[in-house]
């Protein structure tokens, strides 16, 4: 499938996030951190922020959950809209509910993993879900470098999902740019989430067509 471009509106400013929703309107998705200062140290925005991001953006809304609980808290946000609704192996209870929760309320579902979380133990889940979220930085924030030492597991996760023959999506998060996409999208990233290197370039459009670009001479 194409590559995906996913701007993370945590490099956006938050004073101004319609319109810098505008700024990315070329692009796929529009990536939501949610963070609770519990699962990960930083504090960002909740439902009621993202239900109204939801009606304002020219592309449709990815939430990545940083967030304990997400097994009370994500349904939610498909509700509010959003396509996709991504919530973290680490910290749901119950991952195979939530993921069928999610799709039934109309929502891609998303798991996402830590750096340090291998994939191994949810290869059983890959049928219950859209996206397989791999982060390429410790989760928390923006402007951090890739870390290199997650190709491998980008690797077997789309080694296993071509092995199952299912149509998962993996996703990559953290430290992307012009630098860095090829070779995530060479170990099998399909969708590229990037802040910093989107927000702040001096031609957003610009940067994310070159970034769809060097990501696509690697299609999966
Ligand atoms: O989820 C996160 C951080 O936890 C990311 O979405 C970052 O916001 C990506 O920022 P860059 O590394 O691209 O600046």
Redesign the pocket.
């Known amino acids: 499938m194409a590559a995906l471009i996913a701007p993370?509106i945590?490099?956006a400013d938050f004073a101004n996030l319609e319109r810098d929703l505008g700024k990315i309107a070329t692009a796929d998705w529009a990536?939501v951190?949610v963070?609770d200062n519990h699962f990960?140290p930083?504090l960002t925005i909740g439902l009621p922020v993202v239900e109204r991001l939801v009606q304002v953006s020219p592309v449709p809304v990815d939430t990545?959950l940083?967030i304990e609980d997400p097994d009370r808290w994500a349904p939610g946000f498909a509700e509010a809209g959003a396509q996709s609704v991504t919530f973290h192996a680490e910290a749901a209870t119950a991952p195979v509910r939530l993921a069928r929760e999610l799709r039934r309320l109309g929502s891609r579902a998303g798991l996402a993993l830590r750096p340090a979380t291998p994939v191994e133990p949810f290869l059983d889940l890959l049928s219950e879900i859209d996206m397989l979220l791999v982060?390429t930085?410790?989760?928390?924030?923006?402007?951090?470098s890739f870390i290199e030492g997650t190709l491998p597991k980008i690797q077997r996760a789309r080694r296993a999902i071509s092995a199952a023959d299912l149509d998962v999506w993996v996703q990559v998060?953290?430290?992307?740019?012009r630098a860095t996409i090829e070779r995530a999208a060479d170990a099998g990233a399909n969708v590229f989430?990037?802040?910093?290197?989107?927000y702040g370039a001096d031609d957003v459009p610009a940067e994310i067509d070159t970034l769809r670009q060097l990501a696509s001479k690697h299609a999966h």
């Open positions: 993370s945590l490099s990536h951190d963070m990960v930083n990545h940083m982060m930085v410790e989760p928390g924030f923006g402007g951090q998060d953290g430290g992307i740019s989430v990037a802040g910093s290197a989107v």
